[in-house]
């Protein structure tokens, strides 16, 4: 699976949009872009995926580039509980090669 | 429709005994997956099993590891011979089918003394 590059930590103010960005520059045309988030010690938590179109859905919106080196997730409107570390990972998704990677993540914290 | 339930929660064991883990994966899910978190690190993937069949165990250490995913039941990941070194969050994702969403449990914390 594409090697992700991600910020280690970003902070952003409770109510505003939370632009998390993700590269992923040696993504290959059957990979998908995943975005899980986990909250303190919790299990991962799915959020949206996608592969060449932007997506929506009622936790967040994933745009994808054109030429699908990149993506960022955006949460809306931002509240304290969304503080967790957002995990971008690319997959190819057939039967018998199914293992998420998790790189490091990006450490959201939300300010009051 | 219940999610991922794994337990105990947390489990503690002296050096060489032996942990159990179980994952009962959602209703309507046959492929179910084991992760585990070193403290401070990602989630490392271990193994990949579907109904009475192992189907990828690449991430699983060679030795004193083991799982299952048996007919009835949940999936057990057995750790013989525990060490410190196994200390960690033994997290387990299900899925109805390949190529489809992974959903996490809660996880279990193996703490060994």
């Known amino acids: 699976d594409a090697k992700t590059t991600q910020p280690p930590s970003m902070d952003c103010a409770e109510g505003r949009a939370a632009n998390l960005p993700c590269n992923h520059s040696t993504i290959s045309g059957n990979e998908y872009v995943y975005w899980y988030r986990q909250i303190h010690s919790q299990g991962p938590q799915y959020i949206i995926h996608?592969?060449?179109n932007n997506e929506t859905n009622e936790m967040a919106s994933l745009i994808i580039t054109e030429d699908r080196k990149s993506s960022t997730l955006i949460l809306p409107h931002a509240t304290l509980r969304d503080t967790a570390v957002y995990y971008c990972?690319?997959?190819?998704?057939?039967?018998?090669?199914?293992?998420?990677?998790f790189g490091t993540g990006t450490r959201l914290t939300i300010i009051p | 429709n219940a999610g991922v339930m794994q337990n105990p929660r947390h489990l503690v064991r002296r050096r060489g005994q032996e942990a159990r883990l179980r994952c009962s994966p959602m209703?309507?899910?046959?492929?179910v997956y084991w992760y585990r978190q070193l403290p401070e690190e990602g989630l490392k993937f271990m193994v990949y099993l579907q109904k009475e069949n192992i189907i990828d165990e690449s991430g699983m250490p060679k030795e004193r590891f083991s799982a299952e995913f048996p007919k009835e039941g949940p999936s057990i990941l057995r750790i013989q011979q525990v060490v410190r070194g196994d200390s960690a969050a033994y997290f387990c994702a299900s899925s109805p089918g390949a190529g489809n969403i992974q959903y996490f449990g809660a996880g279990t914390r193996l703490s060994v003394l």
């Open positions: 996608g592969l060449k």
């Open positions: 990972i690319v997959r190819v998704a057939n039967f018998g090669n199914e293992k998420l990677t």
């Open positions: 209703k309507g899910h046959s492929h």
